[in-house]
């Protein structure tokens, strides 16, 4: 049987069991059925005609398995097409799935897609009634949640509008509302962080905190590494519709910044060859040999407040003149923190083809605990054309050991605070 949300006690594809955790997925597999992709010319026409079924399969994922504790905080990260919104949608009961067992302990509240489950031609009052049904409350109750919906939401007297009429960021605010007040016991999250305005991205990040406070179970999909580390106990990475990895949120965000590397450097005109070098681009004019950024811990780890050490070898395949290191140091969610270039060496400014070049660097290191990335460019001079002479993008995902502040920036700064008794100041002074 699907699982359907709304629906209390176990929800399986298999024989019911008795489990302390909130959700467990055994040997899950789903493929999808896709359209093949013919074109319009006579040739597509001919296969159209003569191609049975027209599709390809494709497979999402391919034996998942994994456990959700109670009152766990589980991140799913992955890249586009590895299959995290597919894991969701199964748990969820919104598709079947091929093979497997899913077991979940309670109600499931999804927060997939704007809009999924929503009546246009319904008022707000009757869609909230609706969707809160759908999640496993009564008529009765919902009606009695309908202020604190609209509230939360922020909505003011639009509980008589048609959901037609609701621009997009209304829609929204209004559905995120209705999961919360319809308080399940699991909740599934589809990128929720990554929609909206600055003021319903703070208010999310208020209720995932209060969720956490009130040891709720959360499902959260994600592309972002901060939020993970921040928010999650434990997170799942995956890759082609498997399991890539599974465990501490830092080893999780480490190894999914060096996915995103590795895919970086298989872009078109930075194929790896077989040496394990990258080939220079026509418009390049040196190659990398090999990039790292090193640090006293393990994979890619560097202690707070220790320099963080970047070190490659460029092999020149061009003239270069008048040459500079451009540094570029960005978090998990791909924001610049920090960006600088430097004069390589005063003494030669010409560099010629076969010679390599090892370039050290020493960056200060203000980070807080999180993932980054750190990339690097040689510039030279140009008379026309792009400056840029090599350069190795996302170097390598690196992290700053150590556990996140929650709702703390990126930067950590050492500070002192003094508190002491006020009671004797004079009420002049205080005012």
């Not at 010319?41 to 079924?53: D, Q, Y």
Request: charged share 30%; with cysteine.
């Amino acid at each position: 049987m699907t699982p359907s949300a709304g629906t209390a006690g176990w929800l399986c594809f298999g024989p019911v069991a008795v489990h302390p955790d909130a959700v467990q997925v055994r040997d899950l597999t789903k493929t999808f059925r896709v359209p093949i992709r013919t074109g319009d010319g006579v040739r597509g026409r001919l296969a159209r005609r003569f191609e049975r079924s027209g599709k390809r399969e494709l497979r999402a994922l391919d034996g998942v398995s994994f456990d959700v504790r109670k009152g766990e905080f589980f991140g799913v990260a992955g890249r586009n097409g590895s299959g995290k919104s597919t894991v969701l949608k199964l748990i969820a009961g919104i598709h079947a799935a091929d093979g497997g067992t899913i077991k979940v302990a309670g109600r499931v509240g999804p927060f997939l897609e704007l809009g999924v489950g929503f009546n246009p031609e319904l008022s707000a009052r009757e869609n909230i009634v609706i969707n809160g049904v759908m999640l496993g409350r009564t008529p009765e109750e919902m009606m009695e949640r309908l202020a604190p919906v609209m509230e939360f939401a922020d909505l003011g007297d639009f509980a008589e509008a048609k959901l037609k009429h609701f621009s997009s960021g209304m829609r929204l605010r209004l559905g995120f509302s209705v999961m919360v007040q319809a308080d399940p016991d699991v909740y599934l999250f589809d990128e929720v962080m990554s929609v909206g305005d600055a003021a319903y991205q703070q208010k999310a990040s208020e209720t995932f905190s209060d969720l956490k406070d009130r040891g709720k179970t959360v499902i959260l999909v994600t592309h972002s590494m901060p939020a993970i580390e921040q928010l999650c106990d434990r997170a799942m990475l995956l890759e082609r519709g498997e399991i890539a990895a599974i465990g501490a949120t830092d080893d999780i965000t480490a190894r999914y910044l060096e996915l995103n590397r590795e895919q970086a450097e298989r872009r078109p005109g930075g194929r790896i060859r077989a040496d394990g070098e990258v080939p220079v681009s026509p418009r390049l004019r040196a190659r990398v040999a090999s990039a790292c950024v090193r640090g006293r811990g393990e994979g890619g780890r560097v202690d707070p407040g220790e320099p963080i050490s970047l070190e490659g070898v460029v092999v020149i395949e061009r003239p270069i003149r008048g040459t500079r290191l451009w540094l570029e140091l960005r978090d998990a969610q791909g924001t610049r923190l920090f960006a600088d270039s430097a004069r390589l060496d005063g003494s030669r400014r010409d560099l010629a083809p076969g010679e390599r070049l090892r370039v050290r660097a020493a960056v200060e290191n203000r980070l807080a605990p999180g993932s980054y990335t750190l990339s690097w460019a040689i510039m030279h001079t140009a008379p026309t054309g792009d400056p840029v002479a090599v350069s190795a993008i996302d170097t390598r995902g690196f992290r700053v050991a150590g556990k996140r502040v929650p709702r703390g920036g990126p930067v950590s700064f050492k500070y002192e605070v003094d508190v002491e008794s006020a009671a004797d100041e004079p009420a002049a002074a205080r005012r």
